[in-house]
């Protein structure tokens, strides 16, 4: 993979996930000066960042660069309302997450 091959791959996940920069940095723990600075100045991050993207995405390194595998997902297509809500759920804090998935399992148990 060469670095306009790392950053169309960057550009991929975030479609995907429907982020922003300002989301991905939020997530990966990196600024927003920095993320924003790798896509403007088209420069191949370091594998430290690489490896924080990576954790704000949810994969691993060899996820990240398996060609084989273009988008996180298991072996079927999320419908739009289950990706909202999957996206719903990343926004939230630690505790309305919890809270969420209680009310899930609570609904689901009926």
Known sequence: MIEQDVLKRIEEL???NHWSVYK???ESG???SSLNNIFNRRTCPSIVTLEKICSGFGISLSEFF???VRTPTVDYVLTPAEQELINCHRSLSATDKKILEAYARGMCKR
């Open 30 to 32: 990196l600024s927003y």
């Open 66 to 68: 398996n060609s084989e």
């Open 24 to 26: 991905l940095a939020k």
């Open 14 to 16: 975030l479609e995907f």
